[in-house]
C-alpha cells in the first residue's frame, strides 16, 4: 500500500535517489559485496506474480522460469492477459502483480496520479529500442487525412496512458498541433482497433500484433509510423515492496528473460511460431510481428533515466499530465541494482 512520505523518509529516498542518478550502478567494494550477496540470498516469497499482456509475452510462452522458481520453492503465477500498460500496472499497485513489463507512459501516468506518495512501481531494466515501424498512427487507405496535419478535429481511437498516446502527443507537437486539436476516442488497444475498422473513428494508433494483422486484412495507409518517436521501447517494473524483499527471485526472472531474448533475436521464426499457435495469427503476420520486435534487455543507465524524465516533462508541457514528477522516485538504490540485474544483461 502506498504511504504518504514522511519528512525523514523523503530524505532517505531523495539521497538514494541522487546517488542513483548519478552513476554508480556498479559500485565496488568488500562490504559492498558482502550486502549484495546478503540481500540476493533473501527468498521471502513462496508465490512470484507475473503479469503478461494480451499481445502475447515470450517468457510465459517458452515456461524458462518455472523449473528455476521451482527448485528455490517458488510458484510461478502468471496475470493476465492484461489489454495494456494501464491495466497492468493497475494491478501491481493493487498488489496482484509483482514484476511486468510495459512502454515508457503507463509508468507515468501512474506516478503522475499519486501525488504525495512513494511510488509502488519501479523500475528495473530497459528494453532494447525497435526501430518504430511496429507501431503507428493509421487510417483507411480512401481517407481523406493525407498527413498527420489533417488530424486536426477529427476523432482518433488509441488506448490512453499508453505509448500509442506519447506517439501520437509527439507527432502533434512536431506540426504544432496539441491534444486538444483532436477527439480522444478512449478505448482498450483492441476496442480502438476495432472502432477503427468499424468507422467510429477517422483513426486509429496502434502496435503490434493488432497493427500487422490490419495490414494484412484492411488498406490502410499509415501516416506516421514510431520511428525517431518512441525511442526508449518500455521496461520491466516491479512491485517496490516485492523486488525490495525478494531480490533473488527478481535476478531470476531477468536472467532469464535475457536468454529467452538473445535467442529470439537470433531466431525471430522461432517467436513467429509462437505467434501462430498462442494469437492464432497468420504465419505471415507472425513473421511480420517477430521482425519488428525486439526482445533483449539493457540496464538502467543516468541516460536512459534521463530519456524517461524527458517523457514525463514532454507530458507535463503538453498538460497531458497535471504536475511534473521525478523520475527518479522509481530508481532503487544502486545495491539493490546490484542485487537484481543479472550479469547476462549488458
Known sequence: MNKPFQPQRRTTLKRIFQYSVLGLFALSSPLVDSLVQSTQAQTNAKVINLAYQSSGDLVKSKKVVEPRFKALGVTVNWVGPFAAGPQLIEALNAGKVDIGNVGETPPIFSQAA???????????????PTNGQNQGIVVKANSSIKKVADLKGKKIAFQVGSNAQYLLAKALKELGL????????????????????QDKADAWVGGDPLLAEVENTTPIRVLRNAAGINTLNGFYIGRRNFVTQNPQLVRVFLEEAQKVGEAAEKNPSDYAKILVTEQKLAPSVADKVARRRTYKLRRLTPAIIAEQQGVADFYFQE????????IKEGILAPILYQAIIPDNIP
Open 114 to 128: 499519486r501525488p504525495g506518495v512513494i511510488p509502488e512501481v519501479v523500475y528495473l531494466t530497459g528494453r532494447t
Open 178 to 197: 496539441k491534444f486538444s486539436d483532436i477527439q480522444v476516442v478512449a478505448l482498450t488497444p483492441s476496442q480502438a482497433r476495432d472502432a477503427f475498422i
Open 319 to 326: 498538460k497531458v499530465i497535471s504536475r511534473k514528477i521525478d
